[in-house]
């Protein structure tokens, strides 16, 4: 590993002052105006940002069809429609998620992503062949990304007996959190799926992350009940729901009260900014009251739509662009959703542009973390503990499969 030394760059929270980044050993080993080569290889960032590795913190990258030929959106409206199409397509191409996700990391890498929590797919019809597909390529692919794993029932848990053994049986095989899915819209059994699903955290330490587009009181009553799982089993700061669609809909007064509970068991929010009229949490309400906020890609270029493209400073973008946000605070909001906010949820403790902290960092042309967003433009260099990975938008990981 060459060590490297990163001349007339701009760093996100220090100010407008040019400045070096000293690169040794896979770790920032300084900040400074001036700072000697000593023989590290010398790149001139011509007064571009410096900003943390972007966080891809849901993602679904075993079910992607990246560098299969395009595949015309056929999925009916409803979420059975998308899950029903999406086994149907699946089983039809017969696509490796090893081969898969692979082929979507390398174009993640390239967009500045450095760490990805994934949901794989698990239950009764493919068992855990996604998972291990998973973990076969996050070993391989482990000095350029870092991959955690959340065990997703995405055909639901109560409705498919058996569901629940394969999620315990990926756990106990490594997946760092449990997942969950709609338990009133998809298994019509809140108090079934979340009992199983909390009883696995609960037995193994994992976290949980739910799946929760169930709109209105009855989105807003299960985060209830999620809540009450977490408080009765002790499991403060590791739950995450995402998506939480409700909580753009619901009064005031009964947000305040949800807010208040996410904010005692310390539940995280992820929203990716969904497409159209759906609605979405309140971002900088949330991130005004305190609520851990993060964000992903959720599905790129799959059977559930073809508009994510893998790319966390373009969705930073769609996070503000939906939000309405105009000033720079809110602008860095969504960026720090992107970055900070996933990279706290995997449990990154090394993570930021500051002396000491892993060498994950994206160069990129732009002034401000606020121009960042807004134009979410080319990423210059992207470096994975301190190893240069992308540059000039280009992967530089081998072609895979
Ligand atoms: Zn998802």
Redo the contacts with the bound molecule.
Sequence with gaps: MSDLLLTDVRVWGAGDAPRDVAVRGGRIAAIGSGLPADGAEVFDGTGCLIIPGLVDA?A?IDKTLWGTPWHPHQAGPTLIDKIENERRVLKTLGLSAEVQSARLLRHMVARGTTHVRT?VDIGPDIGLAHFHGIQAMRDSHRDWIDVEIVAFPQTGVMIKPGTLELLEQAVREGAEAIGGLDPVGVDRDPKGQLDGIFAIADRHGCGVDI?LHDRGDLGAVTIDMIVERTRALGLKGKVVI?HAFCLGMVEPARLDGLVDDLLDQDIAIMTHAPSGPTPFPPVRLLHDRGVRLLSGS??VRDTWGPLNTGDMLERAFLLAYRSGFRDDSSLEVALRMATYGGAQTMGVTDYGVTVGSAADLVMVEAETAAEAVAFHPMRRLVLKRGQVVARDGRSLLPVAA
């Design positions: 849901h679904h949901h799946h995402s959720d599905g």
